[in-house]
């Protein structure tokens, strides 16, 4: 699993420096559309978060526009996530995904490409290089662990949750609850 894990993040690196992506907040949509994905935006329940529909040589992802402006470009992350790693799947529905975010049953098959698709989103929106660089550059104002995650979400434009999980899951602190 670790080496999947490093695979991931290679292919989400790979994709950033093939773009010349730099600097944070990651451009989701134009990649995707840079890999020939049309993305497309519609409000639907709130618990869809979108979709990945391959026909032939047209590969569309749907966005639940109804959603959080950071979920979408998770949601857009994920849906790259599933068109980079799992070939194959004709039309591919994502529901409430991150439910199982946190405490996700890897043993659980159909669970196995969520988990890897959202480790490929949070690798692609929270590259361990930029965050790297940011902690190193992240005065020591006396500013407290939380401001510091809120500021660089805002910064990477992800979710609080989004960010403090991608930081312990780097080693770059410790879980805070
Ligand atoms: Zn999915």
């Known amino acids: 699993m670790l080496g999947k894990r490093k695979s991931l993040e290679d292919e989400a690196r790979k994709l950033l420096q093939t773009s010349g992506v730099e600097r944070p907040p990651v451009p989701v949509e134009s990649l995707a559309r840079a890999l020939g994905i049309d993305v497309r935006f519609s409000p639907a329940k709130e618990d869809v978060s979108g979709a990945l529909i391959r026909d032939g040589d047209s590969v569309v992802i749907a966005i639940n526009s109804a959603q959080h402006e950071n979920r979408q470009r998770f949601t857009i992350a994920h849906e790259i996530g599933h068109f980079v790693l799992h070939k194959g799947t004709q039309v591919h529905f994502d529901e409430d995904f991150r439910i199982n975010f946190r405490n996700a049953v890897s043993s659980e098959a159909t669970n196995v490409d969520e988990i890897e698709?959202?480790?490929f989103a949070a690798a692609l929106l929270m590259p361990e290089g930029f965050l790297r660089?940011?902690?190193?550059?992240?005065k020591p104002d006396g500013s407290t662990l939380d401001?510091?995650?809120?500021?660089?979400?805002?910064?990477?434009?992800?979710s609080t949750r989004a960010m403090e999980l991608r930081l312990v899951n780097l080693g770059f602190i410790s879980p805070v609850d």
């Open 117 to 119: 698709a959202n480790r």
């Open 133 to 138: 660089r940011d902690l190193l550059r992240l």
């Open 147 to 158: 401001n510091a995650i809120q500021s660089l979400a805002v910064r990477y434009k992800v």
